[in-house]
């Protein structure tokens, strides 16, 4: 059960529990499969979720839901009426801009610590995309990531994007993008609101857009430019991390690492265990016919204490 604050009120909802809409993600994101020690979540199953999430009392007509995939396999987040234009506050009539949402973060999220940040999107058209990170404290200061421009993800996919910390820049009130960073000093070290969209003129957003496994994370990126994610036609490709490799052919997943493997777990999209073995070999072969054709999640501890996970396609 999770609990989202929206408005000053509460409302519980379960993962699949809300009536599936047909616009809705036709299948599951992609599993994170960063150590737990090195990510700070936000918005991430995976991860658990330590942060609150609320819509400030402020901004635009635009707005965030709880949702979810239409096979009910994980919680994301909609942000619909992007594509709508509006007063530039709430309680200005003056002028209009294109909409943007606003979801404030409790407790803040300490930026300086980590050295990437990570979203997987879906949208139903072509859209841009602009992500920042919006700090009250020591001063007012909204930060925004590079700008992933329409028409370069295609509608009806997940991408997974991986932005460098490094890369914020300072927006001025005019919107205007500075190329000067404010990561220095104490001027951004703790962000406590997301903000998505936003800049007159300068963006053409879908109506609806899905987020969902929002963290920080030190390690190595694995989509620094985007990268679709879903499902191959063929489940032979070869997958490799830390010396362990895996693949699936004729029904066996073949597995095999520099080091001895001590077990090996198999992961259904939505995190259930499936098939687990203590190996206690450098290679091995395990029959996956039982297990319908999909994504998976393979996970290896060697003998060396690392550990090392993948996704495969059966």
């Known amino acids: 059960m999770k609990?989202?604050?929206?408005?000053?009120?509460?409302?519980?909802?379960?993962?699949?529990?809300?009536?599936?809409?047909?616009?809705?993600?036709?299948?599951?994101?992609?599993?994170?499969?960063?150590?737990?020690?090195?990510?700070?979540?936000?918005?991430?199953?995976?991860?658990?979720?330590?942060?609150?999430?609320?819509?400030?009392?402020?901004?635009?007509?635009?707005?965030?839901?709880?949702?979810?995939?239409?096979d009910g396999s994980m919680g994301v987040l909609l942000l619909s009426g992007m594509d709508q234009e509006g007063p530039i506050e709430a309680d200005d009539p003056t002028g209009t801009v294109y909409e943007w949402v606003a979801i404030q973060l409790n407790p803040l999220i300490e930026t300086k610590l980590y050295t990437y940040f990570h979203v997987d999107v879906y949208c139903n058209e072509e859209t841009d995309f602009r992500i920042g990170l919006h700090s009250n404290h020591p001063?007012?200061?909204?930060?925004?990531?590079?700008?992933?421009?329409?028409?370069?993800?295609?509608?009806?996919?997940?991408?997974?994007?991986?932005?460098?910390?490094?890369?914020?820049?300072?927006a001025q009130a005019d919107n205007?993008?500075?190329?000067?960073?404010?990561l220095d000093g104490e001027k951004f070290r703790n962000a406590n609101l997301l903000r998505i969209g936003n800049g007159p003129d300068l963006f053409d957003y879908s109506g609806e857009i899905y987020i969902t496994n929002l963290f920080l994370f030190n390690g190595?990126?694995?989509?620094?430019?985007?990268?679709?994610?879903?499902p191959e036609e063929s489940g032979v490709d070869?997958?490799?991390?830390?010396?362990?490799?895996?693949?699936?052919?004729?029904?066996?997943?073949?597995?095999?690492?520099?080091?001895?493997?001590?077990?090996?777990?198999?992961?259904?999209?939505?995190?259930?265990l499936v098939k687990s073995v203590a190996a206690g070999q450098q290679s091995l072969n395990l029959n996956v016919a039982d297990l319908t054709d999909g994504l998976y999640v393979v996970?290896?501890?060697?003998?060396?204490g690392q550990k090392a996970t993948l996704r495969i396609v059966k």
Do not use: H
């Not at 997943?253 to 080091?259: D, G, V, Y």
């Open 3 to 70: 609990t989202f604050t929206k408005f000053g009120l509460t409302a519980a909802l379960v993962c699949g529990a809300a009536v599936v809409n047909a616009a809705e993600p036709t299948y599951a994101p992609p599993i994170p499969t960063y150590a737990p020690e090195d990510v700070a979540p936000i918005f991430c199953e995976t991860y658990g979720e330590p942060t609150e999430l609320s819509t400030p009392t402020w901004g635009a007509v635009s707005q965030w839901t709880y949702s979810g995939t239409a």
């Open 176 to 182: 205007a993008v500075q190329e000067g960073m404010w």
């Open 299 to 304: 996970a290896a501890e060697l003998a060396n």
């Open 238 to 272: 070869m997958v490799e991390q830390n010396n362990f490799r895996a693949f699936v052919s004729n029904e066996e997943l073949t597995c095999s690492a520099n080091e001895t493997i001590e077990t090996l777990s198999v992961y259904s999209v939505t995190g259930q």
């Open 220 to 230: 190595e990126p694995t989509c620094l430019e985007g990268k679709i994610i879903e």
């Open 139 to 170: 001063q007012d200061i909204e930060l925004y990531f590079p700008n992933i421009e329409r028409g370069t993800m295609e509608p009806g996919k997940w991408y997974s994007i991986d932005y460098p910390i490094a890369d914020l820049k300072y």
